[in-house]
């Protein structure tokens, strides 16, 4: 056999053992003169003729691997299953930061006080419409698949009878479960898992609360969309630019 047919057949047996996709770790390379590093990952992208895996590397690089003198291997379940987790975190810490820096700082709070002692939604609204900007930022607005646990913008209706642009912890891994809110009130920003007795009290008083969010997750089953108040609704509409009127013909 000659030099070429032994490397077109190899190659033909690591296009089926790491078909493009395949997430792999180098575990060593031969005698380049530039080599990527050992234990650095990267996707498979194909594989040429001659047997060379080509991979794009995490780190940006592009080198191909060789059949005879480079030695790697695909990632494991667990392995990958713990990188899609250190994603989902790294994107949910990236908008929970713009959201920090980028939101709150900017908060017209005496706009929120006069909001709702004026039953004028006008401020409250811009602050849902600056959230979604944030999330679009990060997310797509339709969110596909198990995404883990993603906090997502939208609109809660109070106990007290209040809408509150809010933050909502879903789990996409379990249709959309509900973990958690963070309330945008005239009376500051309240998260319902602090410590704060203070805070706890005020929230307590928003107990029971109907929400809806602004990006659309066709897996979620505890989101009444049938029964949108008109003031989500225009919530919503305004701050995202499309129509939430028709959200009650959408079968989730």
Known sequence: MSEYDRLYEAAKELRKQYPAGTRIELISMGADPQPIEAGARGTVTGVDDMAGLMVRWDN???????????KYRALTMEELEAEKEAQEEALQDRFIDKINKEVIPCIEWVGMRNAYKN???SCPTDLLKMIHEKFLEVYPPVLEGP????????????????????LLDIDT???GE???????????????HADDPVVKKLIHGFIPYHYWYTPYYECDHHVDWENLPETAERMLSEATGEDFSQKGDFIY
Do not use: C, I, K
């Open 173 to 175: 891994e379990s249709s």
């Open 147 to 166: 995404m883990g646990f993603v906090t997502v913008p939208g609109v809660v209706q109070a106990a007290d009878g209040n809408f509150y642009p809010a």
């Open 60 to 70: 940006g690089r592009g080198l191909n691997l060789d059949y005879d003198h480079d």
């Open 178 to 192: 509900h973990w958690g809110t963070t309330f945008f009130t005239p009376m500051g920003v309240l998260d319902d």
């Open 119 to 121: 039953n004028d939604m």
